[in-house]
T-cell receptor, first 110, second 116 residues
Framework: DAKTTQPPSMDCAEGRAANLPCNHSTISGNEYVYWYRQIHSQGPQYIIHGLKNNETNEMASLIITEDRKSSTLILPHATLRDTAVYYCIVRETTGNQFYFGTGTSLTVIP | GAVVSQHPSWVICKSGTSVKIECRSLDFQATTMFWYRQFPKQSLMLMATSNEGSKATYEQGVEKDKFLINHASLTLSTLTVTSAHPEDSSFYIC????????????FGPGTRLLVL
């Protein structure tokens, strides 16, 4: 599975959009991009996934570049409850295992 | 939908004892479940893949005789930490995925183990 690179930490003002980048330059054509987040002392929570088209759900939007080498998770109106570690993971459609990187620790500031 | 539970949420045990942790998929069936371990301020580390009706697959460096995994049904996998020692103290998390093409994984709330 391709490796991902994320900034270790980011801050965002409450109510503003949080844009979390992820680099996955070695991604292959049959690998999805998944985003999860982990609030302190809890299990990871699924946010969104995509293959090559941009995706949006009730939690977030996922923007994948045309060459698929990077993506951005957008939380449109960050709240204090969005403070968490966000993980970007790529995995083959036929694969099973998820391998977590170090993620981005997002702090939403009042 | 897609809820995964774990039991217990907290366990404290004496060194040398064995501890069993249960992982259940509550509203879907999962032929495959996964066990992770997370130390403080670190990321999740995949320990093993639990396969219903067959032997688990362990990641490199994980002792299969130390961490016994049983996946007896499509909704239950158990992890037994045998002869636990203080260095086994950690946050253990399981996940399960629906058997769809996308195979999104859903995670349990985790079990915190403290070995004294």
């Amino acid at each position: 599975d391709a490796k991902t690179t994320q900034p270790p930490s980011m801050d965002c003002a409450e109510g503003r959009a949080a844009n979390l980048p992820c680099n996955h330059s070695t991604i292959s054509g049959n690998e999805y991009v998944y985003w999860y987040r982990q609030i302190h002392s809890q299990g990871p929570q699924y946010i969104i996934h995509g293959l090559k088209n941009n995706e949006t759900n009730e939690m977030a939007s996922l923007i994948i570049t045309e060459d698929r080498k990077s993506s951005t998770l957008i939380l449109p109106h960050a709240t204090l409850r969005d403070t968490a570690v966000y993980y970007c993971i790529v995995r083959e459609t036929t694969g099973n295992q998820f391998y977590f990187g170090t993620g981005t620790s997002l702090t939403v500031i009042p | 939908g897609a809820v995964v539970s774990q039991h217990p949420s907290w366990v404290i045990c004496k060194s040398g004892t064995s501890v069993k942790i249960e992982c259940r998929s509550l509203d879907f069936q999962a032929t495959t479940m996964f066990w992770y371990r997370q130390f403080p301020k670190q990321s999740l580390m995949l320990m093993a893949t639990s396969n219903e009706g067959s032997k688990a697959t362990y990641e490199q460096g994980v002792e299969k005789d130390k961490f016994l995994i049983n996946h007896a049904s499509l909704t239950l996998s158990t992890l037994t930490v045998t002869s636990a020692h203080p260095e086994d103290s950690s946050f253990y998390i399981c996940s399960a995925g629906q058997d769809t093409a996308v195979r999104t994984q859903y995670f349990g709330p985790g079990t915190r183990l403290l070995v004294l």
